[in-house]
Structures are given as structure tokens and as C-alpha cells.
């Protein structure tokens, strides 16, 4: 059946691609096996081969066409289900699973086997699929389909002609013949004309033919029986000798087979002869290595035993000491360490270093006790403002930082005692520096102010010699804005504050070379930058210009494994320690410096405050001790100026309203510009504006506010006179600062003052001309209900008669004595300080004109030719407010 198929489908699908099948299966889908179709392996014949799985379906009208085309490589497994020979399914994994149900088990079987072969013969090896579930005997070569493919070939070795291979149980079925065959039977069919016609005698000469050519066959078989034994007997003769060549063959590879174990047992002697001498050369180099390491000169155990730390012999004993620390850190075989010559050297070593250590240890210790009392011994009074630098303590020490660098990697403890005893010394010199130097400071800004305080004294004094009067004694703090400045303390002049400015600059300046100067040798001397752990496998160069030494420190260091953020806040901190010990007065002299002055003037936390933040911005390394001392410093600063403000702040919601007639300027309004002015001078261009503006417009809005609700409690002067003349004064104030920040303030400030003028102006000046002004009102009421203009006249109450009546209340004469009255009520009102009266005047003078104009327009309009004019002119008004303002 399948070899019939397949000639079907050769001839009818791929003879016409060129293509020849080798394998084909007739399956349908696992759960569809109504609907069969037949998957084909197939190959091209040129011009280079290319197999492909496809599948065939049968259509109407019986014809086969190809419904789908795989490549090998798109074939990714195999799964027969079972690795049973009676499993009928099996699945072809390719873009997706597809399951088949195969119709016949050895066309399964043919179709897996060919299939495998194809794969291991034209795929890569990454790209081969996989075959799982499959009996192990189908994939290999010599599998039964590759037996039939041999057995049924064409007579002369070719293949078949069509190029099938047919499988290995189905195509005894059915070989096509060869052309050399289909020549011969048609010779014998067309030798006997009846052979169609007579198919019985044709076969009866047939088997006749047959007959004749078996007797023919046994005869020749039986002539040639003598040669059949001849043969044989040669054949035996072959046997024998051949026998005798493989017995000789197996005599030689029994020799070689024993060569063979010779030549392997000599090359593994050799083998081993070149390891041992392999270990050898590598003890020796150990060897040379640990000896070249643990051998330390006869020169620098000298030095090490009998140590000379005078300037003559300091080379040598530095150079000893490096050259025992490289010996003791030097890196061993932990295996070697258990040999006792080793053992017995690094003792040695343990000796030399607690003799040299101890030695380095005595004399730095007697140096520093040494070096701080010579401090002492120094110790002379004088009033130069100036801070003493101890440069030669720095250069007398410095010739021993290599061997104090030695004392910290070898011997921690006896480097801890040492930096202690420094700090201890040169601590109580710096303590007396520095309190010498303040006080100095103090008494160079006391000395002028002294006799301003002997002249106050003085003042005072005499003041008690009244009497009674020693109850007005100032009591408040100097600057204080809602305070009058009567009752203001004794403050510093411009001078002495300026004089205190520059003496605290010099004090700053002065401090920074010396405790930079005394950061940087405890950097240096003491290698404060540097973490170096005692004990084994750690090193730290005494030569900088040690290559192999700097290897060593770079290989220790990565071994600590430490974070360099960590690391270097470790060592910031370490250095702060030391200084702070050092320098541990500093931040409370400093602090107190400050804190005496500010109390006799409060204006001199604005001058630290900008001082200090310069200090502190410029300083060249953010990290220092100073830095960090003059951060923390500043920090007090400002909580100061904050609290001085906020002082300030509420003075301004406590201010008290003077008890005099005329309420005038409010304190904090009259003060405001005294203080911005002092601080405009200290703040500007500095780092510090930024907090000052901030305060600024607190101050200022609290100062509008209380304007507002001081004005309405003011018993005795208007309300709009206390805001205009006040909002005044804070405009004018304003607008000579030019504060930026304040802009905003400076233009309300504007806009409340004429918000204030303008309702004093309609509030006291009113309406002069009362009952003209109510006359005319009723016109403008009759005029709204319709009435036209030209027959006002002509109403009772609004006859001429009437308008010449109300005219004649108001002669020229009684408006002036009118103007004069309501002058003196102004003046009444109005302060000296602010100037506003002549102000105030020509607003109310513009008003009189407004309400005259509007008169006069009222009477042309309603009164056109009838003559009727006021009994003055505009021109009469402007003498009358002239006259006034000058006579008084």
C-alpha cells in the first residue's frame, strides 16, 4: 500500500518540483482521524540537496496537493508518547504542538527513523531537534529502514530510477524496472504476435521456455562440480593461511601491548621527576624569599638596640625602622610561619621593636613636656592684639614624623599615650594664648568707651542730686523700636561700633593661621589621615618615595575594605578630637567675647553675624576645627539676632501712645529709619541679606498694622491725622532706604497716606458753602425726576429770588473768616515734626475750587443770563487760603 502511495505522489506532486519522497506516513489528527492526510519527507535533487517535511491532503476529484511545508530546522521535537513499537501516536513539536495518529505502525516507525537521519545529516547541532519516547534501536545507522534501503537497489548497484527509497517492510511490494529489463520483455512479447491474443498458449511457451532453461541451469551446475571442488579445496588452503597471518598479527600486538605499558610507565616516571623538580625550584624561591624578608643588616640592629635620636643619627634609626617594619609585615606563607628558624627571627623582631619603641616613646614624651613648658616660660604680658604661632614648636618636631608615622602602624599604644601627652601639653598653652588674646581684644574696645561711661556716670550722678527726678532713669535697651528714645539706655556710637567691626575681623583673622597652621602638623605628625590598624598585614609608607612601600599600603588598604565616605568622615572626626582637645577654650572665649558686647549694644549681633558668616563662607577648608568651631559659634550668633528682632517685633506690638495732645510720630515710625539705616550699613552685600529682608517685612507690616489700631485709640488727635502723618513718615523713610524687598510696602505706604489725607480733607474741611451746596442738591433731585434745566427758574422754591437769598448768606467776608477758622483747627491738629500743614492746606484749598467750580457750573446751567454770579471769584479764594497760610 505505502509503495503504491508513494509512486502516486512522486509522479503527481514531485516529479514536477524536482524533488524525490523518501519516507511517507498516512496519520490524521489525534482527535480527527476522519480526516487522513499523509506527512512526506522529501528531498530536491539539485542543485544542492534540501530536505523539507511536508504534508499532503487529498482534494475533490481525487488529487494530492501539498497543504503545509516544514524545514528540518523548524522541527524543534519528536515525542513518540511511548517508547513501545505498538504506539500508534506521536507528536511533531514545530511553532506549536501538532498530534497525529499514524494508520500504520511500520510506516511510523520508517517515518521517525528516515526523519531522524535527515536531521543528524543536514542540521547544525544546536539546531537538531530533539527525539523523545522513541525505542533507542530506531535512531541509529544501522536501523531496519537503512537494511531494506540497501537491499532494494537496481541490479547494477544504482539506485531505483524514480529515486525512492522504499521502506524497509512494504517495498518487497514493488521495484520498477530497468530500462534494460522493459527492452527484454518487450523483445519476448513482440516475438510472439499471440500473446494477447492468446494469453494461455503464450504462457504455456513460457513456462516451456522456463523449463529448457532450469535443465540447462542443473546441467551446467553438474559439468562444473569437479571446479565446485577444486574451489573449495582452494578456499580451504586461503582459510588455513589466513589463520596462520592472524595467529602471527596477534604474536606482534602482544609485543606492542607491551611496549605500549613500558613507554606509559617511563612517561610517568618523567612526569614525576619533573614535578619534584618543579617543587624545588619553588621551595628555593620561597626560601630566598622568606630569608631575603626576615633578614634584617647588622647596621639597623644596631640602630634598633642602641638608638642615637640626635640629629646626627636620626637617619639611621629611621631607616632601622622602616626596615623592621617591612620585615615584620612582610608577607609569608602562613605554612612557613610553623618553621622555628622563622619563629625564633620574628622574636628577635618583637624585641628590637619594644626596645626601639620604647626609646622613641621616652625621648618624644620628655620633647612635648619639654615644648609645652618652654609655652609657659613665655609666657609675657602684652596689649598687641595678636595671637602667638608656635611655628618653632612645629619645625623642632618635624624631623621625628617619619618615626611617629612608625610608632602608629607598630606600637598603637605607646602612639596613643604620645598624642596624648601632646595634646596635654600644648593644650595649656594654647588655653593661655587664647584667653590672653581676648582679653586683650576686650580691653582694646573698653578703652574709649570708658570715658563715655565716666561722662554718663557723671550725668547720672548729678541727675540723683535732683531728686524726684532720677524716676525718668533710661530702663530700656538701646535701639529698641516701640520705645521713645528717651527712654533708651546708653548705646555705642557709629565710631565704636565701627572700632568694634575691625577688632573683630582681627580677632577672626588672627585665629585662622594659628589653628590651621596646628591642624595641619597634627594631620602631618600624627598621619591623622590615614586609618592604619595595628597588627599583621598592615602597612603605611615612612617614605613616600617608596614605590614598593606604596604598593604594599595600596594592597593593605583595599584590604580593609572600609567605605570611603565612612572613612573619611572617620578621620574628620579624629582630627576635630584632636583639636578640640587642643584648642578647648576657644568656642567659649569666643562666645563670651561676643556675648559682653552684645549686651551693651544690641546693634553689635548684626556686625558678628555678618562678620562670622564671611569666616565661615571663605573658610579654605569647610571641614577644619576652626570652621566647625566658628559654624557652631554662629549658630549662637544668629539665634541672637533672631531673638533681637523678635524684640523688636514686639516692642512694636507693645509701643505705649504718647500722652501728649497732638499724637505726632509713633515711636516705632519715628525710630524705624534710624535702625533700617544702622542695618543697611551693616548688611550691605553680604552673605546675610536674605535673613535681614525677611525681618524687614515683618517689621514693617506689624508697623502698619499698629498705625492702624493706634490711630483709633488716640483720644485727643483725629484718627486720619495719626494715620496720614505717620504713613508719611514711613513712606518717605522708604523711599531714602531704596531697600528692594520693601518696594511693595513703600508704595502702600503711599496709597494709606493719601487714603488718610483725603478723608481728613472731606472729614474737616466739609462743605463751606452748606446751604448753597444743599440748594443746588434739590436742583440736581428735581433735574433726575425730569424736569429740564431752563425750568428750574420757574419753580417757587428754585426762583432767582431764592439763588440771590442763599447767595447773600455768603459774602466774601464771612468765607474768609470761615478759612481762617478752619486753619487754626488744622494747625491744632497737625505736628511739627511732619511739616504737613501747608500740605494739608492746598488739599483743602483744591477742594474749596472743586466745590466752587461745581457751583458755578450748576447756575450757568440752570440760571443761563440772568446775571446771577457767587459775591467772589476763584481768584479771591486763591488770596484768601494765600493770606492765611502766610500770616500764620
Not at 103 to 108: D, F, P, V
Not at 198 to 224: K, P, R, W, Y
Not at 363 to 377: E, V
Request: glycine share 2%.
Amino acid at each position: 500500500m505505502a509503495a503504491g502511495i508513494k509512486y502516486i505522489f512522486q509522479k503527481e506532486v514531485f516529479d514536477a518540483l524536482d524533488e524525490r519522497i523518501l519516507s511517507v506516513c498516512n496519520v490524521s489528527k489525534l482527535h480527527k482521524r476522519k480526516k487522513p492526510s499523509y506527512l512526506c519527507i522529501v528531498s530536491t535533487t539539485k542543485p544542492s540537496i534540501v530536505v523539507s517535511v511536508c504534508q499532503i491532503k487529498q482534494y475533490d476529484k481525487g488529487s494530492y496537493k501539498k497543504k503545509r511545508t516544514w524545514s528540518l530546522e523548524e522541527i524543534k521535537c519528536i515525542d513518540g508518547r511511548n517508547e513501545a513499537s505498538d504506539t500508534h501516536d506521536f507528536d511533531m513539536v514545530l511553532d506549536k504542538p501538532y498530534r497525529w495518529f499514524a494508520a500504520n505502525l511500520h510506516e511510523r516507525q520508517n517515518f521517525i527513523t528516515v526523519l531522524w537521519k535527515q536531521i543528524h545529516k543536514h542540521c547544525a547541532v544546536g539546531d537538531q531537534a530533539q527525539f523523545k519516547n522513541v525505542p533507542k534501536q530506531w535512531l541509529t545507522e544501522n536501523s531496519p529502514e537503512k537494511q531494506v534501503d540497501d537491499k532494494y537497489r537496481n541490479r547494477d548497484g544504482s539506485e531505483l530510477e524514480n529515486g525512492t527509497e522504499l521502506d524497509g517492510f512494504e517495498n518487497e511490494d514493488f521495484h520498477a524496472l530497468t530500462e534494460k529489463e522493459e527492452s527484454q520483455l518487450s523483445k519476448l512479447i513482440s516475438q510472439c504476435d499471440y500473446a494477447i491474443s492468446n494469453a494461455e498458449l503464450f504462457m504455456e511457451d513460457l513456462s516451456h521456455n522456463l523449463l529448457e532453461l532450469d535443465g540447462a541451469n542443473i546441467q551446467s551446475v553438474l559439468a562444473s562440480e569437479k571446479q565446485v571442488q577444486l574451489l573449495m579445496e582452494r578456499i580451504e588452503e586461503a582459510i588455513n593461511e589466513a589463520e596462520k597471518v592472524e595467529q602471527r598479527l596477534d604474536d606482534y600486538d602482544e609485543i606492542l601491548c607491551h611496549v605500549r605499558d613500558t613507554m606509559e610507565k617511563m612517561g610517568e616516571k618523567n612526569q614525576m621527576i619533573e614535578i619534584a623538580n618543579t617543587n624545588n625550584v619553588r621551595l628555593l624561591q620561597e626560601l630566598e624569599k622568606v630569608i631575603t624578608q626576615l633578614d634584617l643588616p647588622h647596621v639597623h640592629q644596631l640602630a634598633l638596640t642602641d638608638t642615637d635620636l640626635t640629629p646626627k643619627g636620626l637617619p639611621a634609626a629611621i631607616a632601622a625602622g622602616k626596615a623592621l617594619q617591612m620585615a615584620m609585615n612582610s608577607d609569608i606563607d602562613p605554612a612557613l610561619l610553623r618553621l622555628t628558624a622563622v619563629q625564633d627571627q620574628r622574636k628577635r623582631f618583637e624585641k628590637w621593636k619594644a626596645k626601639f619603641s620604647q626609646t622613641i616613646s621616652r625621648h618624644l614624651n620628655n620633647l612635648f613636656i619639654h615644648l609645652g613648658n618652654l609655652g609657659d616660660a613665655q609666657n609675657t604680658t602684652t596689649q598687641e592684639l595678636s595671637l602667638p604661632k608656635h611655628q618653632n614648636v612645629h619645625k623642632e618636631l618635624t624631623s621625628f614624623i617619619e618615626l611617629m608615622h612608625w610608632m602608629k602602624i607598630m606600637d598603637r599604644k605607646a602612639y596613643d599615650a604620645l598624642t596624648k601627652v601632646y595634646t596635654t601639653s600644648l593644650s595649656k598653652v594654647y588655653d593661655r594664648d587664647i584667653h590672653t588674646f581676648f582679653e586683650n581684644a576686650k580691653q582694646a574696645l573698653t578703652q574709649k568707651q570708658s570715658s563715655r561711661e565716666d561722662i554718663n556716670n557723671t550725668s547720672m550722678s548729678n541727675k540723683l542730686k535732683l531728686g524726684p527726678q532720677s524716676n525718668k532713669q533710661p530702663a530700656q535697651p538701646y535701639g529698641i523700636l516701640g520705645v521713645n528714645k528717651e527712654m533708651w539706655s546708653p548705646g555705642a556710637e557709629p565710631a565704636e561700633r565701627h572700632r568694634f567691626d575691625l577688632i573683630l575681623e582681627k580677632v577672626l583673622a588672627e585665629l585662622e593661621p594659628v589653628a590651621l597652621s596646628e591642624q595641619h602638623f597634627c594631620i602631618a605628625f600624627f598621619q591623622l589621615d590615614v586609618i592604619s590598624p595595628t597588627g599583621k598585614n598592615t602597612q603605611t609608607t615612612l617614605d613616600a618615595s617608596s614605590s614598593e612601600a606604596a604598593v604594599q599600603k595600596d594592597e593593605r588598604d583595599t584590604a580593609l575594605h572600609i567605605p570611603q565616605r565612612r572613612l573619611d568622615r572617620q578621620i574628620n572626626e579624629e582630627v576635630r578630637r584632636m583639636m578640640g582637645e587642643l584648642f578647648a577654650n576657644l568656642e567659649t572665649e569666643i562666645n563670651s567675647f561676643i556675648l559682653s558686647f552684645e549686651k551693651l549694644d544690641n546693634y553689635y549681633s548684626l556686625y558678628v553675624l555678618v562678620r562670622l558668616t564671611q569666616h565661615v563662607m571663605s573658610a579654605q577648608d569647610a571641614q577644619s576645627f576652626l570652621s566647625m568651631t566658628f559654624a557652631s559659634a554662629l549658630i549662637h550668633v544668629k539665634r541672637n539676632f533672631d531673638k533681637f528682632m523678635q524684640t523688636q517685633l514686639q516692642s512694636i506690638d507693645e509701643a505705649k501712645l504718647p500722652k501728649r495732645s497732638k499724637c505726632g510720630l509713633l515711636p516705632y515710625v519715628e525710630n524705624f529709619e534710624e535702625f533700617a539705616a544702622t542695618a543697611e550699613n551693616i548688611f550691605k552685600r553680604t552673605e546675610r541679606r536674605n535673613d535681614l529682608d525677611k525681618w524687614y517685612i515683618k517689621l514693617v507690616e506689624a508697623i502698619f498694622e499698629r498705625i492702624h489700631v493706634h490711630a483709633a485709640e488716640h483720644s485727643k488727635t483725629p484718627h486720619q491725622v495719626v494715620k496720614m502723618e505717620n504713613y508719611h513718615r514711613m513712606h518717605s523713610s522708604l523711599s531714602q532706604l531704596k531697600i528692594p524687598v520693601l518696594e511693595t510696602q513703600r508704595k502702600e505706604a503711599k496709597t494709606r497716606y493719601n487714603d488718610a489725607q483725603r478723608a481728613y480733607v472731606t472729614k474737616y474741611f466739609g462743605r463751606p458753602l452748606e446751604k448753597l451746596n444743599q440748594f443746588f442738591e434739590g436742583i440736581q433731585v428735581r433735574v433726575q425726576q425730569g424736569v429740564k434745566d431752563t425750568e428750574i427758574s420757574y419753580q417757587m422754591a428754585y426762583s432767582k429770588q431764592e439763588l440771590r437769598k442763599v447767595i447773600s448768606l455768603y459774602p466774601a467776608r464771612e468765607v474768609k473768616k470761615g478759612l481762617e477758622q478752619l486753619y487754626k483747627k488744622v494747625e491744632k491738629h497737625l505736628c511739627e515734626e511732619e511739616n504737613l500743614l501747608q500740605v494739608v492746606w492746598r488739599a483743602m484749598q483744591q477742594e474749596f475750587i472743586n466745590q466752587y467750580n461745581s457751583l458755578e457750573q450748576w447756575i450757568q446751567r440752570c440760571y443761563a443770563g440772568s446775571m446771577i454770579t457767587l459775591e467772589f471769584t476763584i481768584n479771591d479764594l486763591l488770596d484768601f487760603f494765600s493770606e492765611i497760610a502766610q500770616s500764620h
